[in-house]
């Protein structure tokens, strides 16, 4: 570095939507124009600095098939002409690859993967990147591209502008892994030392790895986590011992007792439970059902629905001045976030103007047509549609055409998706119904003895629960206030389970019925559903607010730290659920 041979600094570039918005955003546009617009400033410091230097700026596409040409086609509308672009892939290989290092008539290489290797391109100040890489070692050769510095320039007092490296990156949680790279670098900065007087953190898509600069050469070092441990060392053997190795997520299920049960034996405490009564024929334990308990409960179902329910849903749908707003906008505003990537204190940050993904968006909203399989899509699409047309009517605007309502109709979905989960849920309740459940077996078996428990409907803690479940059902039987009146683990799909339906028409389980006194719903029953994680799966934010018919909605609460129970709340504005308040014993009387 003291010779000038490589750039002083890394800045990185990235792109953060607003909640709601990251589907319609063209994150790729975006990053193509903000680096282009960077690069000609490159070029004009350049001429203004007296070097006679064209800059090359290298764009890296996506594994697509059409990724190559689509990225062109915006470069071109960018003002780049065909002679200024190059390209080089595995498909279609540059026979004069290595000329482009002093071809200063191609200011941009598109590329996949085939350039990692073989190329020295120290014109480069700009690399714009789309895509992911899962090697490292593939993105510390691609960004040492434009660490190195061009002969021209070496020796020379250059402005801050033509001092770093620049990446633009279409994904913007890449960015974060740059930041904590250059954090490691600050820990172990007494061994490199060591090693070279200039060590760098490269990262694309959120791969880091150290790179040790020294005369303009780069040098690998071993990840930390490549690094073998005795943990790792799966094929040697211990004591005689053949070493088994888990990968930590396997261990942590182990641990938790949620890691798969092995044959005849259940994962968590009392494997072997048979609910359906009168228990397996070498079951040695059984547990009759306690008096003063309810036998049976009311659980939900769709009725036969009607060809109405498409109309029923796009006039239950919201379509208010914001909606109706988002539906004919051509740019969306983001941040654009730039720090420096050795000094992460360092960032700046800045509004600007992005271009819409029509195509992005079209096709995530035609996938939440898709998602309620009791109504026909190309019904409820021709709805909306119409829906959506009078709406605009009625404001006095009308749409060019079908396509632009095709366009608004799809921009409304991907950035407001409750307005359709809303009116979905909504009709959807009108065909629901409760019903009585199966009654509770008159006992429960066991093949080994069970723990008791204070408060169960059985008195025992049912084997197969999990260890969050186990510590909420242990939380209930530590009531001695008297609110929690008893509790049934509520398994799915039984005769007597429980379930309150979702607006796709499937079945939600709540983990636990739980008889509250005071509560005012039948049997003073609240269903609880505990959470490993809040935003799980695909329907944990309607879980979270679906109501059942006669009991009402469900407690979503999450075991934080294993310390305290929280509430999960849906939180409209960023259409994801949170955490809100922390859950009592006495919460459940009201809720």
């Known amino acids: 570095m003291s010779a000038g041979l490589v750039k002083p600094g890394v800045r ?52 697509t098939k059409d990724s190559v040409a689509r990225v062109k086609t915006k470069l071109l509308g960018l003002g780049f002409t065909e002679a200024q672009i190059a390209t080089h892939t595995s498909d279609e290989p540059d026979a004069n690859l290595l000329a482009l290092a002093v071809n200063e008539e191609k200011e941009v290489l598109i590329f996949k993967m085939a350039v990692a290797l073989g190329f020295d391109a120290p014109r480069a100040f700009t690399l714009v990147s789309m895509r992911g890489i899962a090697d490292t ?16 320039c070496q020796g020379r007092e250059l402005p801050p502008l033509l001092q770093h490296a620049y990446v633009f990156l279409a ?30 953190i490269v990262s694309v898509a959120g791969n880091q790895q150290l790179q040790i600069v020294k005369n303009g050469q780069t040098w690998l070092l071993p990840a930390a986590n490549m690094i073998p441990t005795e943990a790792t060392a799966t094929g040697e053997t211990l004591a005689g011992n053949q070493v088994v190795a888990f990968s930590q997520p396997v261990l942590l299920d182990l641990l938790e007792g949620t890691a ?50 498409a109309r029923n849903i796009a006039q239950a749908m919201r379509l208010d001045d914001n909606a109706l707003l988002a539906g004919v906008r051509d740019m969306v ?97 009108a065909f629901a119904e409760s019903v009585a459940s199966g009654p509770l077996p008159d006992k429960i ?55 309150t339906t979702l607006p796709d028409g499937r079945q939600f389980f709540p983990d636990f019925l739980v008889g509250v006194k005071g509560r005012s719903k039948p049997d003073g029953v609240l269903l609880v559903d505990t959470k490993r994680a809040i935003n799980d799966d695909l329907n944990a934010k309607v879980k979270a607010v679906v109501e059942h018919k006669a009991y009402g909605r469900a407690a979503i609460l999450f075991y934080q730290e294993e310390r305290r129970w929280m509430i999960v709340r849906y939180n409209e504005a960023a259409d994801k659920n949170e955490l809100d308040a922390t859950f009592t014993l006495t919460l459940m009387v009201s809720y």
């Open 12 to 63: 990185s570039v990235a792109f953060v939507a607003a909640p709601g918005e990251q589907a319609v955003v063209d994150f790729e546009g975006t990053a193509l124009r903000e680096g282009t617009m960077l690069h000609r400033r490159i070029k004009d410091g350049l001429v203004a600095a007296g070097i006679n230097l064209v800059p090359l700026m290298l764009v890296q596409v996506d594994s």
């Open 137 to 152: 070692d593939f993105g510390t050769q691609i960004v040492g591209r434009i660490l190195r510095v061009h002969p021209r």
């Open 171 to 200: 994904d913007c949680e890449a960015q974060a892994g740059l930041s904590t790279a250059a954090q490691k670098v600050n820990q172990i900065k007494t061994e490199l030392a060591k090693v070279s007087p200039y060590a760098v």
């Open 260 to 309: 798969s049960a092995p044959p005849g034996g259940s994962a968590a405490t009392g494997g072997g439970t048979n609910a359906a009564g009168g228990g397996a024929a070498n079951s040695q334990f059984s547990y009759p059902l306690r008096s003063g308990v309810p036998r049976e409960f009311l659980t939900q179902r769709i009725m036969a629905v009607t060809e109405d329910l």
């Open 333 to 429: 505003e983001v941040v654009r976030r730039e720090q420096e990537v050795f000094s992460v204190a360092e960032e700046n940050q800045r509004r600007i103007q992005a271009e819409l993904d029509l195509g992005a968006a079209e096709i995530k909203a035609q996938g939440m047509l898709l998602e309620l399989g009791v109504v026909d899509p190309r019904d409820l699409h021709r709805e909306l549609i119409g829906r959506l047309r009078d709406a605009y009517q009625a404001t006095g605007k009308t749409l060019a055409n079908e396509d632009a309502l095709e366009s608004a109709l799809a921009l409304i979905l991907t950035q407001q998706p409750r307005l359709l989960r809303d009116a979905k849920r909504q009709a959807m309740g």
């Open 445 to 499: 078996s066991s093949d080994a003895p069970l723990a008791q428990s204070a408060k169960n409907v059985y008195r025992v803690m049912p084997g197969g629960m999990n260890t969050w479940e186990t510590a909420f059902a242990e939380l209930l039987d530590q009531d001695t206030d008297g609110i929690v009146l008893w509790w049934h683990r509520n398994e799915p799909h039984k005769p007597w389970s429980v379930a």
